[in-house]
């Protein structure tokens, strides 16, 4: 259980984000959550709904540092630390390279890598000074390869994520910081120009599950850290190279 610990999720309007933001919750975390419009308060209103409390909700840009900085400080001063930081927040742009725009490289950029970085950075000090803390980012299995077809934006910023974290990982280990990925293959969401429950994804991971590996990580004992953990569909072709 994750009685009394505080963790932020970015990214939890819906989809992965919000399952995550669910699963903790009710494993007794208090929670701060985000998201880019709106949606993210009805989140907060349907998990205190079903009985969860401390939840706080923050419609914030995870690309634009002020708003990140006050996210992390608004959390630490209303719940008293922050214990756990969930990295979920990102887009999926699925086009061929000469269809990509330079606003679209950009952007992507900006939210799947900037905002990483910038949720991270922020959250160190308070976990410094505690001596313990837990980062853990929903990266994707494209980080380790590369998507055949319409996919080399994306596959990008992953790739970028899973070496920024790699390298946080070692820096901050001294100071008692786990520091970990998770690399999800095909979870039906509505991520890019996907739609969730659509024909020919049945078989794929739920959003529900992905959650679950976040609070196997975050549960995991103090003095163990699980560097990365991957995981699909039993239906989906991968390479084990």
């Given at each position: 259980m994750l009685n009394g610990q505080v963790a932020i999720v970015t990214g939890a309007s819906r989809g992965i984000g919000k399952a995550i933001a669910r699963?903790?919750?009710k494993n007794g975390a208090k929670l701060?959550?985000?998201?880019?419009?709106?949606?993210?308060?009805?989140?907060?209103?349907e998990l205190e709904e079903e009985g969860c409390q401390d939840i706080f909700s923050f419609r914030a840009d995870v690309t634009k540092e002020?708003?990140?900085?006050?996210?992390?400080?608004?959390?630490?001063t209303s719940l008293g630390s922050v214990d756990i930081l969930v990295n979920n927040a990102g887009v999926g742009v699925?086009?061929?390279?000469?269809?990509?725009?330079?606003e679209e490289w950009r952007k992507t950029f900006e939210v799947n890598v900037q905002g990483v970085f910038l949720f991270t950075k922020a959250v160190i000090p308070?976990?410094?000074r505690q001596q313990s803390g837990t980062i853990i980012t929903i990266s994707?299995?494209?980080?380790?390869?590369?998507l055949a077809d319409k996919g080399s934006l994306y596959t990008a910023t992953k790739y970028a994520v899973q070496g920024f974290i790699g390298s946080v990982a070692q820096e901050l280990q001294q100071d008692g910081i786990r520091v970990s990925t998770i690399n999800p293959g095909l979870v039906d969401t509505n991520l890019s120009d996907t739609k969730k429950d659509a024909a020919g994804k049945k078989d794929w991971l739920k959003a529900e599950e992905v959650a679950e590996a976040v609070r196997y990580m975050a549960e995991a004992p103090k003095h163990m850290?699980?560097?990365?953990?991957?995981v699909?569909?039993?239906?989906?072709?991968?390479p084990r190279t």
């Open positions: 699963e903790l919750a701060a959550i985000t998201g880019s419009s709106d949606e993210v308060h009805r989140t907060k209103r002020i708003e990140v900085d006050q996210v992390v400080q608004a959390t630490r699925s086009k061929k390279v000469e269809d990509i725009t330079v308070i976990m410094k994707s299995d494209v980080a380790r390869y590369s850290v699980i560097d990365e953990m991957y699909h569909p039993l239906c989906q072709e991968y």
